[in-house]
Every structure is written in structure tokens, then in C-alpha cells.
């Protein structure tokens, strides 16, 4: 089966923030993303709420639940207190905990597995407890991928951030691409599975697919929005899903 596609909508959500207005609307574009294809939709609330706010959630929860049941909701963020309860309160499929201070522009780094199983450990514990799968943010390499496996987590995130800022140097480009294949080769012989997500667009996505055949999902939002203002949504997510593998 081709990996799937998660829409961001963090982009979306950062336009609307820029004015005291209800548009463009967070759950509007999350329907029109659903309704062309989508798999599910992802969504980053930050503390500050300068993205997707909190608010945001139980409109987006309530989406899939009658509109698109076989969807899925994949909530992103770092794992303090405030953010385990909105989750527990939202109940998405799928929770991406991520190692960023509040301050970061941008999700661009993944966790020191080594360094934080033993915090990271509990609160896989409680969110699968939750019924949530649980996909850990990842740097592309495989230090620290045992523990990851370890501290229970159903799946890791490589962050594709490098491998897409080489978009006009085609040697570095291919040897990021490398690299996380060979991180996911790894991932996969460890029993996890594997998502990626940042900055892939159109253009690199069918190399990524082709390296990684049994990549699960990607998450995208800012690629996927810019092209949005250019195509529409719907036709937007058409491309993408094409990117991806499917007919």
C-alpha cells in the first residue's frame, strides 16, 4: 500500500492568526483535504498558540468523527503536562511527541533517544493506555533507535528537513535520502515503523517513497499549503497523493 498523507494545517491555521477572523477556516480546509483523498490530518498546538489553537481541536476531532471516520487525527507537540491533557481530551489516533522549546519557528531536530528514554518511557506508557499510537520524532540515523523500540513507541518520525534543503544540489540531496534509508532500514529491523515529514513537497516525495517502500505516513503542511494557494486545496492533495504512489 503507498505511505499515506497526513495534512498539517498549522500553515493554515498561522494565516488565520494573523487576523481576529474565522478564515481561512482550520476545520473548512481540513474537510476539502479529506474529501480529495487525504488520510488524515495533523495538527501542532504550541503553547502560545501562534498555529493551530487549542480551540481548534475538538472542531477537527469532531470532523472525522462524522464526516470522515476512517481518517485519522495525529496531534504533534512536546510532552508537558498541558499537552498530555489535551491530548487525552481530543483523543487522536496517532500522537508525534517532538523535543522543541515552545520559542522554535519549527518542528527541526529529533529526540536524544538515549538521553530522554526514561522521560519519554511513561508518557508512551500513558498515551497508549490512551488507545493512541505513538510515533517519536527522529534525526535520520540510527544511534539510538534500540531505545527508542524500548521506551514503547509504535513508530519514529524522520525529519526530513536536510534531505529537502538540498532541493538544487542533487549529490547532497541523494545522500540525505541515504541517510534515512538507511535509518528506516534499521527502524523496520527493530520492529518500529516509520513516518517522515518536513518540507517534502511534490518534487521529492517519489524518491523518498521509492528509497522507503514501506514508509507508513508523511505529514506535510507548508509545502502542501503554499502549493494550496496555487492549485486550491483539493487539487492540491490530488498531487501529493500522486506523489505518494496512488492512481
Known sequence: MPVKLSVNLNAVAMLRNR???PWPSVTGLGRIALAAGAHGLTVHPRPDQRHTRN???PELRALIDDEFPQAEFNIEGYP???FLQLVEKNQ?????????DPAQATSDHGWNFIEHSAFLTPIVRRLKREGARVSLFANPETEG???ARDTGADRVEFYTGPYASYHSDPDRMAAELEKLGKAADAAFA???DVNAGHDLVVANLPALVKRIPRLAEVSIGHGLTADALEFGMAATVRRFLKACGWP
Open 80 to 82: 508537558n503536562e498541558d
Open 19 to 21: 487576523r481576529d477572523l
Open 145 to 147: 533507535l534500540s531505545a
Open 92 to 100: 487522536p489516533e496517532q500522537v508525534t511527541l517532538v523535543p522543541d
Open 190 to 192: 527493530l520492529g518500529l
Open 55 to 57: 480551540s481548534d481541536l
